[in-house]
C-alpha cells in the first residue's frame, strides 16, 4: 500500500509559522491532486488545502490568506507553509493524494485514496 510521508509538525505560539512537507512516491504512483487535511480534538476531519497537477489550489476560508498550500516542479513533495498560526490552529495535519483523474477544480472536492500518518501541530494561545 502505497503511503505518503509528513513532516514539519511542532508546537508554536500563536502569531508563529510552521511548514509542512509530504513526500508522495511519484516513481510508484501517478498522481492527480494532492491535500492536506486536519483534524482537531473531537472534531471530524477537514480538508485545509488542495492542489492540482496543473497547480491550481483551493483552500478552506478560515485558513485563507495564512495558509499556502504549494508543490515542487516534480510533484514528488507538497508543502503548506503556515503563517499567523491561531489555537484554534492545533490539529494532526494529514496529507493525502488522489491517483483517479480528476479535473483540476474537482481537487478540493474530490475523495482521496492515499494517505499519510499525520503530523502534530500545536499552537499555543
Known amino acids: 500500500q502505497v503511503r505518503l510521508a509528513e513532516s514539519g509538525g511542532g508546537s508554536v505560539q500563536a502569531g508563529g509559522s510552521l511548514r509542512l512537507s509530504c513526500d508522495i512516491p511519484?516513481?510508484?504512483?501517478?498522481?492527480?491532486?494532492a491535500a492536506w487535511f486536519r483534524q482537531a480534538p473531537g472534531k471530524d476531519r477537514e480538508i485545509v488545502a488542495s492542489?492540482?497537477?496543473?497547480?491550481?489550489?483551493a483552500y478552506t476560508d478560515v485558513i485563507k490568506d495564512r495558509f499556502t498550500i504549494s508543490q515542487n516542479d516534480a510533484r514528488s513533495t507538497v508543502f503548506l507553509q503556515m503563517n499567523s498560526l491561531l489555537a484554534d490552529d492545533t490539529a494532526i495535519y494529514y496529507c493525502?493524494?488522489?491517483?483517479?483523474?480528476?479535473?483540476?477544480?474537482?481537487?478540493?472536492?474530490?475523495?482521496?485514496?492515499?494517505w499519510g500518518r499525520g503530523t502534530q501541530v500545536t499552537v499555543s494561545a
Open positions: 511519484v516513481n510508484t504512483v501517478k498522481t492527480y491532486c
Open positions: 493525502a493524494a488522489r491517483s483517479q483523474y480528476v479535473v483540476s477544480s474537482g481537487c478540493f472536492s474530490a475523495p482521496y485514496n492515499l
Open positions: 492542489i492540482s497537477l496543473t497547480h491550481v489550489t
